[in-house]
């Protein structure tokens, strides 16, 4: 098949390197002869026709820029009336020979379904947690980590003042990757993750080891989607958005109220949140994302579809969309292993 027009659409949460990747599939494909069409805010814009035709003036200066020029929500075709009718009626009304969808699980996720039902769709991984399988790195990832490197480095000049514990709740639904790396690079006292239940006794003995050996402040990393042991993890609300996701925020406060209650040492607690998400992409996302970008068409002129780009050591490579979409990549424990040596 000969492909002379594509869509591109960028769904779920916002990060930094989106519109690399944008820029880098409109080029690519301008420079196959190939017309671009960008999808506005995820499967809702293929899912109501709202789109903007893509060209060298559309993508001009936004390599840089964080967020998305295509908008992006929360969109799942599958939960929308009609909406996969929808999406397969308006993928022949625009004229698509192939769809390049940029996201994270949830995004992906449907368009592997939408793949199997016969749409020519190519994935692009994107999430700052990291947790996709099949590709050693996600960009917005790199960015995430140094924001939150950076804030755990603020809050050290401060707790170190105050002789206070600082406890940073960092974002990470089911994989601590952020808090991980970040906590790491920041020499952060302890961090804690999805992946493993908090013991907050074992916490508080670490953290009071610490003080007795003249260290009068702590850092402790806490991933949003860290849980007690025993326990659920802890719900900003109980709605639960159109992928049956729910909103995670607030064991950063309960871990540092069960912190300052056992140890008698003032605490605080700083909530980095969206800050993560925002601002331009670092070097590394932003090269990551144009080779993204570039592969995902060099996949469409081959045909190649129901494919996910990937990064594999150095180099891009694609991966079953199905595959990458079937299990979360979580935090590698020998990692983890490494930043234990640093705790107390």
């Given at each position: 098949?000969?492909?002379?027009?594509?869509?591109?659409?960028?769904?779920?949460?916002?990060?930094?390197?989106?519109?690399?990747?944008?820029?880098?599939?409109?080029?690519?494909?301008?420079?196959?002869?190939?017309?671009?069409?960008?999808?506005?805010?995820?499967?809702?814009?293929?899912?109501?026709?709202?789109?903007?035709?893509?060209?060298?003036?559309?993508?001009?200066?936004?390599?840089?820029?964080?967020?998305?020029?295509?908008?992006?929500?929360?969109?799942?075709?599958?939960?929308?009336?009609?909406?996969?009718?929808?999406?397969?009626?308006?993928?022949?009304?625009?004229?698509?020979?192939?769809?390049?969808?940029?996201?994270?699980?949830?995004?992906?996720?449907?368009?592997?379904?939408?793949?199997?039902?016969?749409?020519?769709?190519?994935?692009?991984?994107?999430?700052?947690?990291?947790?996709?399988?099949?590709?050693?790195?996600?960009?917005?990832?790199?960015?995430?980590?140094?924001?939150?490197?950076?804030?755990?480095?603020?809050?050290?000049?401060?707790?170190?003042?105050?002789h206070r514990?600082?406890?940073?709740?960092?974002?990470?639904?089911?994989?601590?990757?952020?808090?991980?790396?970040?906590?790491?690079?920041?020499?952060?006292?302890?961090?804690?993750?999805?992946?493993?239940?908090?013991?907050?006794?074992?916490?508080?003995?670490s953290l009071?080891?610490?003080?007795?050996?003249?260290?009068?402040?702590?850092?402790?990393?806490?991933?949003?989607?860290?849980?007690?042991?025993?326990?659920?993890?802890?719900?900003?609300?109980?709605?639960?958005?159109?992928?049956?996701?729910?909103?995670?925020?607030?064991?950063?406060?309960?871990?540092?109220?069960?912190?300052?209650?056992?140890?008698?040492?003032?605490?605080?607690?700083?909530?980095?949140?969206?800050?993560?998400?925002?601002?331009?992409?670092?070097?590394?996302?932003?090269?990551?994302?144009?080779?993204?970008?570039?592969?995902?068409?060099?996949?469409?002129?081959?045909?190649?579809?129901?494919?996910?780009?990937?990064?594999?050591?150095?180099?891009?490579?694609?991966?079953?969309?199905?595959?990458?979409?079937?299990t979360l990549?979580?935090?590698?424990?020998?990692?983890?292993?490494?930043?234990?040596?640093?705790?107390?």
């Amino acid at each position: 098949m000969s492909v002379k027009k594509i869509g591109v659409l960028t769904g779920g949460g916002d990060c930094p390197g989106l519109n690399p990747t944008i820029r880098a599939i409109t080029r690519k494909a301008l420079s196959e002869g190939i017309s671009v069409v960008g999808i506005l805010n995820g499967w809702q814009g293929i899912v109501e026709q709202n789109t903007v035709d893509l060209d060298l003036k559309s993508v001009s200066g936004i390599l840089h820029k964080g967020g998305t020029i295509l908008g992006t929500s929360r969109t799942n075709p599958y939960k929308n009336e009609k909406g996969v009718e929808k999406v397969k009626k308006n993928f022949k009304v625009l004229k698509l020979d192939a769809l390049i969808a940029i996201g994270g699980d949830d995004t992906l996720g449907a368009a592997s379904k939408l793949y199997a039902e016969g749409l020519n769709i190519i994935g692009v991984p994107k999430t700052i947690d990291n947790d996709l399988s099949c590709t050693d790195f996600t960009f917005g990832f790199d960015t995430a980590v140094n924001v939150a490197t950076e804030a755990i480095d603020r809050l050290h000049t401060t707790a170190e003042s105050h002789h206070r514990i600082m406890v940073v709740e960092i974002m990470g639904r089911h994989a601590g990757w952020i808090a991980t790396y970040a906590g790491i690079a920041g020499g952060a006292d302890m961090i804690l993750i999805p992946e493993v239940p908090v013991d907050i006794n074992e916490v508080c003995k670490s953290l009071k080891k610490r003080h007795k050996r003249g260290k009068d402040f702590s850092i402790v990393v806490v991933a949003e989607g860290a849980k007690l042991k025993g326990e659920n993890p802890v719900l900003k609300k109980n709605a639960k958005d159109a992928f049956g996701n729910v909103l995670l925020g607030g064991i950063g406060h309960i871990i540092g109220k069960k912190l300052e209650e056992a140890t008698g040492f003032e605490t605080r607690v700083t909530v980095l949140g969206h800050v993560q998400r925002g601002g331009t992409p670092s070097a590394f996302d932003r090269v990551l994302a144009t080779r993204f970008g570039v592969k995902a068409v060099e996949l469409a002129l081959k045909d190649d579809f129901g494919q996910m780009v990937a990064l594999k050591g150095n180099k891009i490579v694609s991966a079953p969309l199905k595959s990458a979409v079937g299990t979360l990549k979580t935090v590698d424990m020998k990692l983890y292993e490494i930043a234990k040596i640093f705790f107390g």
